[in-house]
């Protein structure tokens, strides 16, 4: 898979304790009070924060979006979840920097609350649970935010994020 990383990585140890299969379904989705499904993200930066790390859908081709997934009942914290996200979808662990806060989406199909999370990336494996179903790539604020599209709650993470622009 070509990547636009400015930044080598390499697999070690602490990647063997993550399982290689992503969950799937939603029989232990959490849920808002209004009904709204808790939704848990990452907005991964370059050490320099000049680069989001960004994943392809897997439901729609070409389009990209944030590593994101339902926040599990099993699961303490929304930060954890994110964190297992960024794992499965992205294939990178690292270190969480601050919150950025709730995002409701605005698609009018959807009822979710994203509750994104900044971090920068300290390891990009070559092996992760979504490997064949994804592509990753590195790219600036500005083509992040052009293929982001209609996902107005993925560019206003990004906007939250200490990305420089």
């Known amino acids: 898979m070509a990547q636009a990383s400015t930044t080598s990585y390499s697999q070690s140890s602490s990647s063997a304790h993550r399982p290689m299969e992503s969950r799937v379904?939603?029989?232990k989705?959490?849920?808002g009070?209004?009904?709204s499904r808790?939704?848990?993200?990452?907005?991964p930066l370059s050490a320099d924060k000049t680069k989001v790390l960004i994943v392809e859908s897997?439901?729609?081709?070409?389009n990209w979006v944030l590593p994101k997934g339902g926040w599990e009942t099993d699961e303490d914290t929304a930060e954890a979840a994110a964190q297992r996200e960024a794992w499965e979808e992205a294939g990178i662990t690292?270190?969480?920097t601050k919150p950025l806060g709730n995002i409701r989406d605005n698609r009018s199909s959807v009822k979710a609350m994203y509750i994104f999370f900044e971090m920068i990336v300290t390891e990009e494996l070559t092996e992760w649970p979504e490997m064949k179903k994804r592509k990753r790539k590195?790219?600036?604020y500005k083509e992040a935010a052009e293929k982001f599209g209609s996902r107005s709650e993925m560019l206003e993470a990004l906007d939250q994020s200490s990305i420089k622009k």
Do not use: C, H, M, S
């Not at 808790?38 to 907005?43: D, F, H, K, P, S």
């Not at 897997?58 to 070409?62: C, E, G, M, Y």
């Open 38 to 43: 808790l939704v848990a993200g990452i907005v």
């Open 94 to 96: 690292g270190k969480v």
């Open 33 to 35: 009070k209004d009904g």
């Open 25 to 27: 379904g939603r029989t």
């Open 138 to 140: 590195w790219v600036t």
């Open 29 to 31: 989705q959490r849920y």
């Open 58 to 62: 897997t439901r729609k081709p070409n």
